[in-house]
């Protein structure tokens, strides 16, 4: 079975201390630590940049998951790289050039991610398979944390992981594939059985006194599907 990857989101954390955010973030058990960029132009909202990334590197050795809500976003993926992100992602409607936006991260050293909002469609997936290493599907609309999960959202979970389950099975590489926004304790489980791997969570821990608590708690409905008892 996959492993599970959880991935706080420092959106929600307190920005006035953000080092020590995410060390406390990683003792309390995250695999990875997600980094939301929007720039008020292709979101409505504007948070953190590579200076940001570069900062807070130091303080944790997980992965750093790199979310571009930003258009256009070549510019930017070599910034981030220096900075030392793990994992770059964007949205198909950032770039003009999605195949060439992909190869850029690879060869700047990172994974690439394509990022699906909750209306695009998993065709920007058919040509570009080879080039990706992890699929994001939005279950809010980018730019806010805090928002409810999108019920279709499953729909689309499901119809990705049957393209990554077809893919592995003709080339034997894995693509993660992570959701993003409203991931809480009570809905994680489904959303692992629709077929995520990897999951975002932002106001769920940084919004919550004890991160340990809910990663654990997270950890454990997840359990349940590993072992098939909600299967
Ligand atoms: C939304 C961001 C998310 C956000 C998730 O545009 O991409 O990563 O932080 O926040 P929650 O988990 O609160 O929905
Ligand atoms: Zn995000």
């Not at 929600?12 to 973030?25: C, H, I, K, Q, T």
Request: charged share 25%.
């Amino acid at each position: 079975m996959a492993q599970f990857h959880i991935a706080p989101s420092i959106l929600s954390a307190d920005f006035s201390r953000l080092g020590e955010e995410v060390r406390n973030v990683v003792a309390a058990g995250a695999d990875w630590i997600h980094f939301d960029v929007m720039d008020n132009h292709y979101v409505p909202n504007l948070t953190i940049g590579p200076l940001v990334c570069e900062a807070i590197r130091p303080h944790v050795d997980v992965p750093i998951d790199v979310h571009l809500m930003v258009r256009p976003v070549d510019r930017i993926v070599p910034d981030f790289a220096k900075a030392g992100a793990n994992v770059i992602s964007f949205h198909p409607e950032g770039s003009d050039h999605i195949d060439r936006t992909l190869s850029l991260i690879r060869d700047h050293g990172c994974k690439a991610g394509l990022v699906f909002n909750p209306a695009t469609p998993l065709i920007y997936l058919d040509h570009v398979m080879d080039k990706l290493d992890l699929v994001l599907i939005m279950s809010v609309n980018p730019g806010f944390g805090g928002q409810s999960f999108i019920p279709e959202a499953l729909k689309k979970v499901r119809e990705a992981r049957a393209r990554i389950d077809a893919y592995r099975e003709r080339t034997g590489r894995e693509i993660h594939l992570e959701v993003d926004g409203g991931v809480k304790i009570d809905n994680i489980a489904e959303i692992a059985e629709a077929g995520a791997d990897s999951f975002v969570a932002g106001s769920a821990i940084f919004g919550k006194p004890d991160y340990k608590q809910v990663i654990d708690a997270m950890r454990a409905e997840l359990a349940k599907v590993e072992s098939g008892a909600k299967a």
